[in-house]
Every structure is written in C-alpha cells, then in structure tokens.
C-alpha cells in the first residue's frame, strides 16, 4: 500500500510564518557561510605547505571535518522551521558573508589568518542571530543552536589566533 499525502500540514511550532521566514533566510545565510568556510578550508588542507605542513594539514582537515556536522544541523533547522535549505554554489555565493578564496600559492600563514577572519566574521553573525532569534523572533530553540555553534567557533577562532602570535 502507497502512502500518498493529500495536503500539506500547516506548521504549528508557536513562531509566525513571517518570524520563521526571517530566521530560514538568516540561517540560510549561515548555512552559506559554513559551506564557504568548509571548501576554504578543505582547500588550504590540500595546498598548505612548508616546514609546518604536516601540523597545518592534520589542523585543517580536523576543522574541516567539525564544520561538515554544522553544515547538516542548520540545513535541518531551516527545514524545522517550514522552508528549504539553500543548496547550490550559486546561492551560497550570492547569500555568504565570506569572500571564496580564489588565489593560488597562499602562504601557510595567510592561511591561517584569512581561516580566523571568516571564523570571527562568522561568529559576529552568529551573535546577532542569536538576539534577533531571542529577542526579536521569540524563538529560543533557534537562539540555543545559534550560540552552541557560536562557542564551537570562538574556539576554533582562539586556536587559529594562537598560531598567530608569537
């Protein structure tokens, strides 16, 4: 026997459509910035080099792998809220905050550095996502998720910065 559904069920989570829109497109945004921060950082893994190039390519790839989950988590939350996920390149591009990395023979260290200015770029978004999530859209399970990715990326940011200093 086919299950074959004949409506579409009316979301009824105690956030308006309107709210929950806002917050589809403001996470959509950080799904975009995540997916650019991910390639970026997939890429630096598989062109670093130089004497440190064993300890910044097992660096990069284990920052690579803690983004992937984010990635599926946020997909879910704007599916949660009642709209789809953004879901090409083209789209990311056009809603990131991130600039792609386009350039060729980056040294290790502007690696680095470029990788904790998206990370702080990020986690500025994420802050202010959080309180508008709390403050303005009533949603507090979008305001925990938020911040939860904001503490895993102020560490990150707070390793990346530590190989900066001397």
């Given at each position: 026997?086919?299950?074959?559904?004949?409506?579409?069920?009316?979301?009824?989570?105690?956030?308006?459509?309107?709210?929950r829109q806002e917050?589809?497109?403001?996470?959509?945004?950080?799904?975009?910035?995540?997916?650019?921060?991910?390639?970026?950082?997939?890429?630096?893994?598989?062109?670093?080099?130089?004497?440190?190039?064993?300890?910044?390519?097992?660096?990069?790839?284990?920052?690579?792998?803690?983004?992937?989950?984010?990635?599926?988590?946020?997909?879910?939350?704007?599916?949660?809220?009642?709209?789809?996920?953004?879901?090409?390149?083209?789209?990311?591009?056009?809603?990131?905050?991130?600039?792609?990395?386009?350039?060729?023979?980056?040294?290790?260290?502007?690696?680095?550095?470029?990788?904790?200015?998206?990370?702080?770029?990020?986690?500025?978004?994420?802050?202010?996502?959080?309180?508008?999530?709390?403050?303005?859209?009533?949603?507090?399970?979008?305001?925990?998720?938020?911040?939860?990715?904001?503490?895993?990326?102020?560490?990150t940011a707070w390793?990346?910065?530590?190989?900066?200093?001397?």
């Amino acid at each position: 026997m086919n299950f074959i559904p004949q409506k579409t069920i009316e979301l009824n989570i105690g956030i308006s459509q309107e709210n929950r829109q806002e917050l589809s497109g403001m996470l959509n945004a950080l799904l975009a910035d995540e997916m650019l921060l991910y390639i970026k950082t997939k890429n630096f893994h598989w062109n670093v080099k130089g004497v440190h190039f064993t300890e910044y390519h097992e660096l990069f790839d284990e920052q690579a792998t803690a983004i992937l989950p984010n990635i599926d988590a946020i997909a879910e939350r704007v599916r949660a809220l009642g709209f789809p996920s953004a879901g090409s390149m083209q789209e990311y591009l056009q809603i990131t905050h991130l600039k792609e990395n386009t350039q060729r023979g980056v040294k290790s260290m502007d690696m680095i550095s470029r990788l904790l200015n998206d990370y702080e770029t990020v986690i500025r978004h994420l802050r202010e996502g959080a309180d508008k999530a709390s403050e303005q859209y009533h949603d507090e399970g979008t305001n925990d998720f938020l911040i939860g990715l904001m503490k895993e990326h102020e560490k990150t940011a707070w390793m990346l910065r530590s190989h900066l200093e001397e």
